[in-house]
């Protein structure tokens, strides 16, 4: 069964830190991956998503995101975060044979001390 | 170019009644799906509509049905609602090209849905 998984449920770091944020999926065949984030009040922003080729994926707001099979992980990383980071982030694994049939993990809520 | 737009923003509904949210696609998309949110829980995948169908459904009961019109907007229906049925409730849209690098969702702010 397909299923993802946010160890982290809460994560605070400074401005100006580093930032990574784990998750790990379960599936059976060749994911397609993807990181959103949520702010108060708003809908789910794509940030990056991964299909194929180069397993480094660059996103928008300066997130990356590296795809590692062997590990069954797809990890969120920005050099150094902002106040406006301040949010709550989402994994997902999207099915090869249905394009819009996503599975969440249950999200990693970021606060940024200033 | 309006994104996915939902309304309302807000609803409280108590047992056992019937309630019925709109999603408006962003502007050329023709695929709408409606996702799940429990407090927090990450979105789960309800139903998905693509020319007027429901093409795929997640594990809901019967009590969750939906529709598309021609303009693709949706609907989503919730009847005999429990108290667990509360939840923001998403919708997200797409364009259905077959290519899986493009077809990507776009979400809308939700609705809140409380069940007293």
């Known amino acids: 069964a397909q299923s993802v998984t946010q160890p982290d449920i809460h994560i605070t770091v400074s401005e100006g830190a580093s930032l990574e944020l784990r998750c790990n999926y379960s599936?059976?065949?060749?994911?397609?991956l993807f990181w959103y984030v949520q702010s108060p009040g708003q809908g789910l922003q794509l940030l990056l998503k991964y299909f194929s080729g180069d397993t480094l994926v660059q996103g928008i707001k300066g997130f990356e995101a590296e795809f590692k099979r062997s590990q069954s992980s797809f990890n969120l990383r920005k050099p150094s975060v902002h106040w406006s980071d301040a949010a709550e982030y989402f994994c997902a694994v999207g099915p090869m044979n249905n394009f819009n049939k996503f599975y969440f993990g249950s999200g990693t809520k970021l606060n940024v001390k200033p | 170019d309006a994104g996915v737009t939902q309304s309302p923003t807000h609803l409280i509904k108590t047992r056992g009644q019937q309630v019925t949210l709109r999603c408006s696609p962003k502007s050329g998309h023709d695929t709408v799906s409606w996702y799940q949110q429990a407090l927090g829980q990450g979105p789960q995948f309800i139903f998905q509509?693509?020319?007027?169908?429901?093409?795929q459904r997640g594990n809901f009961p019967d009590r969750f049905s939906g529709h598309q019109f021609p303009n693709y907007s949706s609907e989503l229906n919730v009847n005999a609602l429990l108290l667990g049925d509360s939840a923001l409730y998403l919708c997200?849209?797409?364009?259905?090209?077959?290519?899986?690098?493009?077809?990507?969702?776009?979400f809308g702010p939700g609705t809140r849905l409380t069940v007293l």
């Open positions: 599936y059976g065949a060749t994911p397609y």
């Open positions: 509509y693509y020319e007027e169908e429901e093409r």
């Open positions: 997200a849209s797409s364009l259905f090209t077959g290519q899986r690098e493009t077809d990507t969702q776009y």
